[in-house]
T-cell receptor
């Protein structure tokens, strides 16, 4: 079945540091890929997505590129801020139309120190 | 914009008690989902409903039942709570169509003593 493997946390960085959170996936078809973010005490929010190979999703300074050849969707940001502290989840979507199930990675807790 | 609303936000139960977690969405979405979130496990799908009147098991359905009451509401019931069901429960919904993101509620934090 489908699976998502993401970088173990927690990750602690200083403000303005470069961020990479690795994500690789296994899927039988051609999934869509997502990064969700969860702030303390809240539900998950979509951060960015990519729906086909070589697509780049971007939002709030974060980027991720859908790499079919390496089955990866790594999250990057050039200069992190304290407000980026959260838990980040990589996920893929089964392409069965009308039955859009998500498979999640285990999450990576990110803490940014001023 | 309410989005996805879950009630209650917190609950403590004793082993063997029953309760129903409520979820409602106001976005006219067709599909709705229940997940549980446990440390180091990510989110795991309990049940989902692709449309009003249909429900299907997800990855971890044992010990739970669901009802898709109408298009807006999707409830999760624990008939006889067990300590292993201590978790944070999230409801989500999505519009039908390829590549649409799921919208999540803020969660219900449930402790079973």
């Amino acid at each position: 079945g489908d699976s998502v493997t993401q970088m173990e946390g927690p990750v602690t960085l200083s403000e303005e540091a470069f961020l990479t959170i690795n994500c690789t996936y296994t899927a039988t078809g051609y999934p869509s890929l997502f990064w969700y973010v969860q702030y303390p005490g809240e539900g998950l929010q979509l951060l960015l997505k990519a729906t086909k190979a070589d697509d780049k999703g971007s939002n709030k300074g974060f980027e991720a590129t859908y790499r079919k050849e390496t089955t990866s969707f790594h999250l990057e940001k050039g200069s992190v801020q304290v407000s980026d502290s959260a838990v980040y989840f990589c996920a893929l979507s089964d392409r069965d139309f009308g039955n859009e199930k998500l498979t999640f990675g285990t999450g990576t807790r990110l803490t940014i120190i001023p | 914009n309410a989005g996805v609303t879950q009630t209650p936000k917190f609950q403590v139960l004793k082993t063997g008690q029953s309760m129903t977690l409520q979820c409602a969405q106001d976005m006219n979405h067709n599909s709705m989902y229940w997940y549980r979130q446990d440390p180091g496990m990510g989110l795991r799908l309990i049940y989902y409903s692709a449309s009003e009147g249909t429900t299907d098991k997800g990855e971890v359905p044992n010990g739970y039942n669901v009802s898709r009451l109408n298009k807006r509401e999707f409830s999760l019931r624990l008939e006889s709570a067990a300590p292993s069901q201590t978790s944070v429960y999230f409801c989500a919904s999505v519009d039908r169509g390829r590549d649409q993101p799921q919208h999540f509620g803020d969660g219900t934090r449930l402790s079973i003593l």
